[in-house]
């Protein structure tokens, strides 16, 4: 056997121990970057505002916010949630803590659509709050309305059926959608899905048209 040019395999060894801290210096610069980005929105930057700034798209920035500390994704097994859970934003998972607390404070048995509308609204996301103010549904007036219902009785089960129904559309709304992620606009399209909602019956009697709500958040994610 020809013995190897030793030159060149002294390039060569060279080469791959540059390549190697290349790699290195890549993957410090991705954490790094990663963290600057979700310390923005720590910070109270937007995820449109932070897009737009630093020319990503509002589904990478979202990823990017949503990542674990170092922006790798999970190689371990991941906690079972109903409603395909882990797939959650922060935001939306806020969205549904949200709506917990808010049929607790009004003594409801167990929380309903109508209970993660208010979530949603109180949530104040950057694609869904615009949309719902503009539509005329705000905190006060429906918090006022979902506290005159009937706070029915305590049930085993925290959620409704419509609520679970709800939850579960929200990931068929983000699979349609080409989303690997659920965020806050889908727990809005998930709602407004459903014709035997209770969330539907308020959003119309607060004078607001689901199909047209529909429409704007679709139209606000197509602009971002």
Not at 5 to 29: I, M, V
Not at 104 to 110: D, F, K, V, Y
């Amino acid at each position: 056997m020809t013995p190897l040019n030793s030159e060149l395999l002294g390039e060569a060894r060279a080469a791959r121990d540059r390549l190697l801290e290349l790699q290195r210096d890549l993957e410090k610069t991705r954490a790094d970057y990663n963290h600057a980005v979700r310390r923005l929105h720590a910070e109270g930057g937007s995820l449109r505002e932070i897009a737009e700034d630093l020319g990503l798209s509002h589904q990478r920035v979202h990823q990017i916010v949503d990542a674990g500390e170092g922006g790798a994704a999970r190689t371990g097994p991941r906690r079972r949630f109903p409603w395909a859970f882990e797939r959650f934003t922060r935001r939306a998972r806020r969205i549904v803590a949200l709506a917990q607390e808010e049929a607790a404070e009004l003594g409801h048995g167990r929380v309903g659509t109508e209970h993660l509308l208010l979530g949603l609204v109180r949530a104040e996301d950057e694609v869904v709050a615009p949309v719902l103010s503009e539509a005329g549904i705000t905190l006060e007036r429906l918090r006022e309305l979902v506290g005159a219902l009937d706070p029915g009785p305590r049930r085993r089960s925290p959620f409704s059926r419509a609520a679970k129904r709800a939850l579960e559309q929200s990931l068929r709304e983000a699979q349609a959608l080409g989303d690997r992620f659920i965020g806050a606009e889908h727990v809005l399209l998930g709602l407004l899905a459903d014709e035997r909602a209770g969330s539907l019956v308020l959003v119309r009697e607060l004078g607001a048209d689901p199909d047209a709500l529909r429409a704007a958040v679709l139209e606000r994610r197509a602009a971002g």
